[in-house]
């Protein structure tokens, strides 16, 4: 009806066709990590992991009922540990944050708490008696740079 050949159309559509470009993506500098607080007073406390028991630097942060518990930061996170055993209390990626909700932590489940230490204390004498070793009670002390 409007004497347009289709045909016609679609190859003066095809030749009018530009070529996609390719865009570069561009490279972005890397920023640099963010500075991590430095810790006041450094000591080497001991934690326990999955590989076994292994020295860390860490700060004591407060003491509550005669337990000593220290913050320490593994590269993303602030983790606040209990100096007797070196057990993970809590962590979190604010310094301040952390240290109260430990805080909290350990006040609102004290009793959980000591019955834990029990229980880690009652393991690694077995695992010492299996060995053929007793295990020495120093460990279980909260000394000051000593490996529990």
Same mark, same amino acid.
């Given at each position: 009806?409007?004497?347009? +050949? $289709?045909?016609?159309?679609?190859? $003066?559509?095809?030749?009018?066709? /530009?070529?996609?470009?390719?865009?570069? *993506? /561009?490279?972005?500098?890397?920023?640099?990590?963010?500075?991590?607080?430095?810790?006041?007073?450094?000591?080497?406390?001991?934690?326990? +992991?999955?590989?076994? $028991? /292994?020295?860390? *630097?860490?700060?004591?942060?407060?003491?509550?009922?005669?337990?000593?518990?220290?913050?320490?930061?593994?590269?993303?996170?602030?983790?606040? +540990?209990?100096?007797?055993?070196?057990?993970?209390?809590?962590?979190?990626?604010?310094?301040?944050?952390?240290?109260?909700?430990?805080?909290?932590?350990?006040?609102?489940?004290?009793?959980?708490?000591?019955?834990?230490?029990? $229980?880690?204390?009652?393991?690694?004498?077995?695992?010492?008696?299996?060995?053929?070793?007793?295990?020495?009670?120093?460990?279980?002390?909260?000394?000051?740079? +000593?490996?529990?």
């Amino acid at each position: 009806m409007t004497g347009i +050949s $289709i045909e016609k159309f679609a190859d $003066i559509a095809k030749q009018n066709e /530009k070529p996609e470009k390719i865009k570069k *993506t /561009k490279t972005r500098k890397e920023k640099p990590p963010l500075p991590v607080r430095k810790l006041k007073n450094p000591e080497i406390f001991t934690i326990l +992991s999955n590989n076994g $028991i /292994k020295p860390t *630097t860490g700060e004591k942060v407060f003491t509550y009922n005669g337990f000593d518990f220290w913050i320490r930061h593994n590269g993303h996170y602030w983790i606040v +540990s209990d100096a007797t055993s070196g057990t993970y209390i809590y962590a979190h990626e604010r310094y301040k944050k952390a240290i109260a909700d430990a805080r909290d932590r350990i006040e609102r489940h004290f009793d959980k708490y000591i019955a834990g230490l029990q $229980i880690i204390k009652d393991r690694a004498h077995e695992e010492a008696m299996s060995k053929g070793g007793i295990r020495d009670e120093n460990l279980w002390r909260n000394k000051k740079n +000593s490996y529990r």
